[in-house]
Structure formats: C-alpha cells, structure tokens
C-alpha cells in the first residue's frame, strides 16, 4: 500500500505521517516544496519519501499520484497573514494545485481526501456551520475572501469529479486546528501567543478579543481524516472537522498567560493597523460535528488546556535544544 500526502512536511502533514507510521506499514510518499512546511517536522524513517516539489507542477503530481493507492491533498497555501500578503501565489496553488491531484486521481479512481477550511463558511453570522449552510464571502477586493472562494472551489472541482467520474473523495473542513509544530509566522493565534508569553512579550490581541474560535489538537483532527477515508459511508461527502467549545481570544489570551505563568501583558491592536483598512474578520466561527459523529463517531477528545500543555512543552523543549 503506497499512500501519498501532499503537504506532509506542513503541520497537519506531518502529523498524518506519523499517524500512518505509528498504525500502518504503508510507503509513503510527500510531496511539499517546503514553503510554510519544514523537513524537521519529518520522522527519519524509510517509509518516507519527500519528493520536493510543487503541487503546481502537474508533471510531478502525475507521476507520484499514480504510483499510490490513496492521496490525501493538504498542500495549500495557509495562515491569514500569508494569504493576505501573497495573494495570487496563494489563489495558484490553492486552485491549481487541488486540479492537478483531482484530475490524476480521477484517471486512476485513486481515493483523494481534499483539506478545506472552515473559511468557506465566511463571515456568516448562523452558528454553529453544518456543511449544507449558505456562505456568506464578502468582496472580491478582500483578498481573505479569496481564500475561502479557492478552497470552495476546490469542494465543487472534488464533487463534481465524484460526480460525473465515481471518483471516491472525502472533504474535510478544519476549525482551527492546533497544536505542536504549528509555527506563528503565518500569523496563527496559538503558537504567536504562547511564543510571546514564553518571552515576556505582549500578547497580540486583535480588536476587542471577543471574536470566538474552537481549537482542535491536531492529533484528533488526523484521527477523524484517517478513519473519514477507511469509512465507506463517508464517500462523496463533506464534513466539518472540529470541537465545538468556542472560547473567545480574551479568554485564550488568559488560558495562555495562566499555563505559562508568564506576566506578559495584553495589548488589544485594531484589526485596521494589524492588517488594513478592508480586512474583516469572522465573529463566531463554530461547527456543527454530528455528521461527523454519525459517520465515523468521533468526537475531540483534548481539551483546550491540554493542547496548550503540549504546545508549551514544545517550546519550551525547542528553546532548550537551541541553547
Ligand atoms: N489573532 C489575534 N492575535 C494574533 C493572531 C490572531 O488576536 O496575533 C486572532 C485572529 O484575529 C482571530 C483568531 O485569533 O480572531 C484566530 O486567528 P488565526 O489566524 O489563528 O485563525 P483564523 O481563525 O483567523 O483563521
């Protein structure tokens, strides 16, 4: 059995390979060009293939997605930072790359699952989101918008190939999943606060800090994908992957300051001077997880206190190691 994960040296990459290490004796072959991701993030192991490479090179994608049995596409540009600052760079790989992987897989009938976002819901006001809910994106001249419209047409452009070619494909919408190795340059909430904590810098807290997120421990995010695609049921169906407790970026700040016991201070920054004058955010961003419970019936198992503990001690043992 070969498996292929795009994006595997990135964050939720990573962490499917070693799930796959920890519970299969598959080949698994990496395609990542490690922009955003990094060869550290891999276990030495000679299951593991990492072809460097780009996702927009439909000549690679080919080769490598006809030689596995199961694919699963998480290469894409990501973090808000990035995508705001890089755009078209962001909209090509975001759209190219998830064709390349679709159109080959679907020449072969190779199972793809596809990693979306819960951006594709916006800035729409109707907590918690279940998959059937309308969209609500704002203008075009928002460049965050254009990310959700990217990852939304990477929905339809798997659906309709399910569709029209019995492709077998699962999407999986991720809420803001977190944990150890998630870097904070892309401007992630988790790893920037606790890396300002452990060093006594203010915490960055954008407009008023009451906008809600759930955070989810990667480990469990992994989990659900990997049972999502060895459940028959769930072919040809989208699913939001996520916890539902909301907790607000005050209370995270809190949480983060509590854990560490560092005495940083919280400084509240307009989103208008952290990013510019269009930029909008989501509110409350909550899924709805009973499909996935009735799929696979799975349900997070780590509390946001745990993965902070873990994200900490992380740190902490990479502050140790680089001293
Ligand atoms: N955020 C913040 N300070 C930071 C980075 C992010 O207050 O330094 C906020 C951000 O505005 C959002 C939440 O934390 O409300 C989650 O941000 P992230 O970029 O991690 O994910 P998003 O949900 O925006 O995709």
């Avoid at 060895?230 to 995270?252: C, K």
């Avoid at 919280?266 to 709805?288: G, K, L, Q, Y």
Wanted: charged fraction near 25%.
């Amino acid at each position: 059995m070969a498996v292929l994960v795009t994006g595997g040296a990135g964050f939720i990459g990573s962490h499917l390979v070693n799930y796959y290490l920890r519970n299969t004796d598959s080949k698994i072959f990496l395609i990542d060009n490690i922009s955003t991701g990094q060869k550290e993030n891999l276990p030495k192991s000679s299951q593991v293939d990492l072809i460097e490479g780009d996702v927009r090179d439909s000549a690679l994608v080919e080769d490598i997605v006809r030689r596995s049995d199961v694919v699963y596409h998480l290469a894409a540009a990501v973090g808000v930072e990035n995508i705001v600052e890089n755009p078209l760079d962001s909209l090509q790989t975001n759209i190219e790359g998830t064709q390349n992987v679709l159109d080959t897989a679907a020449g072969d009938g190779t199972p793809v699952f596809i990693a979306s976002s819960s951006e594709v819901y916006g800035k729409s006001p109707e907590v918690p989101f279940s998959e059937d809910d309308d969209r609500v994106v704002g203008p075009t001249t928002v460049p965050r918008w254009g990310y959700a419209n990217a990852k939304a047409l990477d929905e339809f452009y798997a659906l309709a190939h399910h569709e029209e070619n019995d492709l077998p494909v699962v999407v999986g919408r991720f809420f803001n999943t977190v944990g150890p190795r998630q870097v904070g340059e892309y401007g992630m909430v988790v790893p920037t606060f606790v890396e300002q904590a452990l060093a006594g810098d203010p915490i960055t807290v954008y407009g008023d800090g009451t906008q809600t997120r759930c955070f989810t421990h990667v480990r469990d995010a992994v989990e659900a994908v990997h049972e999502l695609m060895n459940t028959p049921a769930a072919n040809g169906h989208v699913f939001n992957i996520g916890s539902s407790q909301p907790v607000s970026i005050n209370e995270l700040a809190e949480r983060v300051l509590e854990i560490t016991g560092s005495d940083s201070r919280v400084e509240h920054i307009p989103f208008e001077e952290a990013f510019d004058e269009d930029f909008e955010e989501p509110t409350r961003r909550e899924p709805d997880v009973s499909k996935l419970r009735e799929t696979i019936g799975w349900a997070p198992e780590t509390s946001l206190d745990r993965i902070l503990e873990d994200v900490v001690e992380e740190r902490r043992e990479n502050v140790e190691a680089s001293s």
